[in-house]
């Protein structure tokens, strides 16, 4: 069972700029900031999910026809278990939804499979791929 949140929080859509931050430090800290930085970045929806006014957590999503990708899904490592990345991903799973997407996937790490499938998400044939609907 996922924690509940604890204290207020809320989501918004954010510039591409400020899910930089957040990528870098839980994703890649070793590599420099570009290295997190995506050449369609401009052609995403990014969300962020605050806690008291702090960045928590990000997603960027990028929809195309009727299919949805979400891509560096990243939550602060002490917030991280709280369910604050669990409000997030089904954020965007409904704005995927309310714009049309009827496949929503992702590109995922193994360790992270039991997360996804919590979702309705189920592993494909492609190593870390992971589709609903």
């Known amino acids: 069972m996922t924690a509940q949140p604890k204290g207020a929080y ?11 931050p957040i990528r870098h430090r839980v994703m890649w800290p ?9 050449p369609d970045d401009d052609k995403g929806l990014h969300f962020g999910l605050y806690v008291e006014d702090i960045l ?18 990243a ?3 002490s917030y991280q278990s709280k369910g604050y990345g669990t ?6 799973i409904a704005e995927a939804t309310k714009q049309g997407a009827v496949e ?11 997360y996804y499938k919590k979702f309705g998400l189920k592993q494909t044939g ?3 791929l992971f589709s609903a609907y």
Not at 58 to 67: A, C, P, Q, R
Request: proline share 3%.
């Open 56 to 73: 928590v957590s990000v997603l960027s999503l990028f929809i195309k026809d009727h299919s949805a990708q979400f891509r560096k899904f």
């Open 126 to 128: 492609e190593a870390y």
């Open 104 to 114: 929503i996937w992702c590109n995922a790490r193994t360790e992270k499979a039991d």
């Open 10 to 20: 809320y989501i918004t859509p954010i510039a591409a700029t400020d899910t930089f």
């Open 75 to 77: 939550t602060l490592q």
């Open 87 to 92: 409000l997030l991903l089904n954020h965007a």
């Open 30 to 38: 070793d590599k420099p900031l570009d290295f997190v930085k995506l």
